[in-house]
Structures are given as C-alpha cells and as structure tokens.
C-alpha cells in the first residue's frame, strides 16, 4: 500500500512540472529574418595582406546595392567618403593629407583580419567582371586581381559573392596623396 508522502509526491511533481516548465508556445522557434550585411575590406598596396574591415548589419533586406563617392584629392587636405545609398549610411571616411599621413576615420572600429574566417577549401575566385572600380581609375586589372586574392578565400566574400543582388565596388586609397607607401585597396560587398 502506498504511504501518504507517495501520494503527495505523485501528485504534486508533476504538478509543479507542469507550472514550471515551459508552455507549448515556448516550443516555437522564430525563423530568422533574412538582413543584409556590407563588409568593408581593407588591403595594404606594399604588403598585398588583409589587414581587416568591418561588417555592417541591416534590419531590412534591400533589392539594390548602390554607392556614391565623395572624393577631394589631397591638394593640401583632403577626403574620400563613400554613402549606402538604399541603407543612407557613411559606410567608408579617410582622409588624404598632401606629403602627410591621412586617416581612416570610418569603418571604426576596423576589425583584424582575425575576425573574418577562411573557407576551408582550396579554391580561387577570380574578381567578377562585373566589379566596379569606385575613383582613381581605370586601375590596371593584374594589380586588382593580386589585391583581391588576399580575401577572395574569406567566408563574408565567398557568402556576397552568392547574393544575387551584391556587387563588387572597390578602389585604391592614397592616404598621403600619393607620396609614400602608404596606400590601401577597400572592397566592398553586400552579402
């Protein structure tokens, strides 16, 4: 025969389990929406190495991926700025100092390349053909193509290279106006 205390347990675990435990609401798992992402990659000119980026996330979903530049060569001081148009966002800002050291000021914080993982293949992708040179162009394209094979193995541009809607804009930065080693290749993709 069953003790008191049996009873009472029997009936009041799952009792309590039942007024504790999760509700059958709490089962559904919300599908994750579908956001857009623009990686801004920075490529030193003497070194030909990724030094890092930074990674720009949107609540919404865009259908279009379009940049405009504002760019005043360093004559004494001067800028480049690059907008998301669809996102209205500053997404890139350096300044160019004549016979100085100009500035990245905007991605910031620049992430190091630590933080923008390979694929695990072996594989190359050429530039597309279809990238988009943003200044200081027409840029002889074997000198692009070695810039570009230093992040064409990272995850974020493999992923922009699959949105049917990414383009590849890139251009070269002359930090000091084009006196010294002190140059940078950006590329930017929408993923």
């Known amino acids: 025969m069953m003790s008191f205390k049996s009873i009472i347990l029997m009936v009041f675990l ?12 709490d089962d559904f798992v919300e599908p994750v929406e579908q ?11 003497a070194t030909n190495m990724f030094e890092g980026g930074n990674i720009y996330n949107y609540n919404e979903q865009y259908n279009t ?17 690059v907008n ?16 100085g050291n100009g500035t990245i000021i905007i991605p910031n914080p620049i992430y190091d ?36 094979s230093a992040i ?15 383009k590849v804009y890139y251009f070269k930065q002359n930090l000091d106006g084009g006196f010294t080693d002190n140059s940078k290749w950006i590329f930017i993709l929408k993923y």
């Open 152 to 166: 064409q193995n990272l995850e974020t541009v493999r992923w922009g290279l699959q949105n049917t809607t990414s």
């Open 65 to 81: 991926f379009n940049l405009t530049v504002e760019n005043l060569p360093a004559q004494d001081a001067g800028f480049i700025k």
């Open 113 to 148: 390349s630590s933080h923008f993982p390979p694929v695990l293949t072996n594989d190359y992708v050429s530039l597309p053909t279809t990238s988009i040179e943003l200044t200081n162009g027409p840029s002889d394209l074997t000198e692009v193509e070695t810039k570009w």
């Open 35 to 45: 956001t857009d992402k623009i990686v801004v990659l920075i490529v030193d000119d």
């Open 84 to 99: 998301f148009v669809e996102g209205n966002q500053l997404i890139y800002y350096a300044t160019q100092i004549f016979n």
């Open 14 to 25: 799952p009792l309590c389990a039942w007024m504790c435990g999760c509700g059958e609401e």
